[in-house]
C-alpha cells in the first residue's frame, strides 16, 4: 500500500497540469455540495420555523367531509367543511403524548364590502382566539400600528401588504381606532394622496360558504395593523379576527347559539304538531307550563358556554421534538376516528397547498442541482483520467513488464484520484462551510416570497451540521469511485505489448 501511495504521488507531481485540472474541479464541487447542502438544510428549517413555528404547527385537523387537505390557499377560495365536535377533539388530544399544543381556528373567505361603491374584494379571515393564538404563535407577527385586541374583544389584525393593495382596490387607507396616518407606513400610492387620504377604522365583510348556513355582513373594529416575520406577501392574505365574529360573519353556531339551545321543555310543545293542542290549555296544563317553562329558559341563560362551544373549521397541532410524522398521525387518526370526532389528521405540507409544494420543488430543484454537478464532474474526471492513462501506456506496459499485476495498477490509479479528492476536496468542504458560516453575517435580505423559501427566511441563512458535513465527504467519495472506475479498467488492461506498439 505505501509503494503504491508513493508512485501516485510521484506521478501527479510528473503531471501537475492534469492533476491540477482534476483538482479544480474537485475543489468546485466540494465546495458547491457544501454549499447547496447548507442551503438545503437552512431552506428546510426556515420552513419550519416560518410556517410550522409561526403559522399551522405541523399537523392540521381537517373534518372528515373535507374534500381536499388543502385548506390554507385552496383554489378559487373554496369553503372549508365545519367542525363542531372540539370538545371531543380536545380530549383526545389532550390523552396524545406527543402532541405539545394545539388550537382551533376558524379558516374562510369573506368578501370586503366597500360601503360608497358596493365593489367587492375579498381575504381569507382566520378567527381565533387572540389570546390562545399569541401562545401557540408568539413570534410571528408584528404590530405595526395600533395594538393587540383584548380578551374577548370584537375585533380584527388587519395585515398591511392587504393594506396596501386594498387602498389600490378602494381607495381606502385602513387605520387601527384610534390611529393616526404614519407616513413611514404609506404606500406609493397612498403617499402622493397624502393631502386628502380617505381613512377607515373597520371593515365590513360578508363571510362566503357553500353549505346551507345563512352568512352576514359584519363590521369588524380594526385593532392593530400587523406585519408577519416572514413570508409576509402570502401570509398577508389573511385577516386574524375573533372568533365569535368570525362564526356569525360566515353564519355558523357560536358559543351564545350553543348556550341558547332550545329546552327539552320547549322540544316537547314543539314535537306535538298533530296533537290535540287544545288540550295543552287547560287548567292544570296551562299551571305546569307556566311554572316550568321559565325554569329552563332562565337556566340556558345563565349558561356560560366557552368560545370551544361554537364552530371551528380546522385545529392546528404542535407535536414534540423528535416525534416523527407517520407514526404520529397513524396514531393520531387511530384515537380521531375511535372517538367519533369526525375529523382526521393531516401534514403541513399537505394543508399548506401550493406553499408546502412550491418549498418542496425548490428544495428536489437544489437537490438535482448539485446531483447534475456530480454528474458533470464525474464526466470531465473520467475522461480526463482516460486520457492520462492513454498517455502513459508505456509507462504502465513497463510496469506491467517487470511483474506489476493488474490490481496494483488499477489501485495506482484510484490512489492517485483519492489523494486529488482529499487534497482538493477536502479544502472545497473547508472553503463551502466558511461560505455558509459568513453568508448570515452578510444579511442578506428580500422581500420576495418564492425568494423567501429558498433563503428559509427575510435573510439568507444556509445551515450546516456535522450530519451535513458528512453527507459531503460520502457524496464526494462516491464521486471520486465513480470518476476512477473506468480510468481504473482502461489502466489495467493495458499490457506490455501496448507500450513497445506506442513505441
Known sequence: MRLIFTIAWRNL?????????????????????????????GMAAGI???????????????????????ILMNMMGSSIEPINSYKEIKKVLAAQPYVRSYLPVGKNLAMLLDEKTSTPGFAYLIGVDFAAYRKMFPDNLTVVEGNYPAQGERAMLFPDSQRSEFYNFYNIWFLPEGGKVVKENLSPEALAD???????????????????????????????????????KIFGHFCLVDIESYRECLGYFTAADMAAQVPKEEKKLLGLEGSDLDSLFGGDMMVTAYKKAPQPIKAAKQAVKSAEDGTYNAVFLRVNPGVEYRPALARLNGALAAAGTGVHAVPWSKASGPIG??????????????????????????????????????????????????????????????????????????????????????????????????YGGNFFNPLLSLSGVALTALQLLGVTIAAA?????VAA????????SRD
Do not use: W
Not at 472506475?485 to 479498467?489: A, E, I, N
Open 13 to 41: 507531481l510528473r503531471h501537475k497540469g492534469k492533476s491540477l485540472v482534476i483538482g479544480v474541479i474537485l475543489f468546485t464541487g466540494a465546495f458547491l455540495m457544501t454549499l447547496g447542502n447548507g442551503v438545503i438544510s
Open 48 to 70: 419550519e420555523k416560518n410556517i410550522i413555528d409561526g403559522f399551522m404547527g405541523d399537523i392540521v385537523l381537517i373534518s372528515d367531509g373535507q374534500k381536499t387537505d388543502n
Open 194 to 232: 397624502i393631502a386628502s387620504l380617505p381613512v377607515s377604522s373597520s371593515v365590513v365583510m360578508l363571510g362566503m360558504t357553500s353549505g346551507i348556513n345563512s352568512t352576514s355582513d359584519i363590521r369588524f373594529p380594526i385593532k392593530g395593523i400587523v406585519r408577519y416575520g416572514a413570508l409576509n
Open 357 to 454: 409544494s412550491m418549498a418542496l420543488i425548490i428544495k428536489s430543484a437544489l437537490f438535482i442541482f448539485v446531483t447534475l454537478l456530480f454528474c458533470v464532474a464525474v464526466i470531465i474526471i473520467v475522461n480526463t483520467l482516460t486520457m492520462s492513462a492513454l498517455e502513459r501506456a508505456s509507462e504502465l506496459g513497463m510496469m506491467r513488464a517487470v511483474g506489476a499485476q493488474k490490481p496494483f495498477v488499477a489501485g495506482m490509479f484510484l490512489c492517485e484520484t483519492g489523494v486529488l479528492s482529499a487534497v482538493f476536496g477536502g479544502f472545497g468542504i473547508l472553503a463551502g462551510i466558511a461560505a455558509v458560516r459568513v453568508i448570515p453575517l452578510l444579511r442578506i435580505t428580500t422581500d420576495n416570497d418564492m425568494l423567501q423559501l429558498l
Open 485 to 489: 472506475l473506468y480510468p481504473m479498467r
Open 493 to 500: 488492461r493495458i499490457t506490455p505489448l501496448d507500450a513497445i
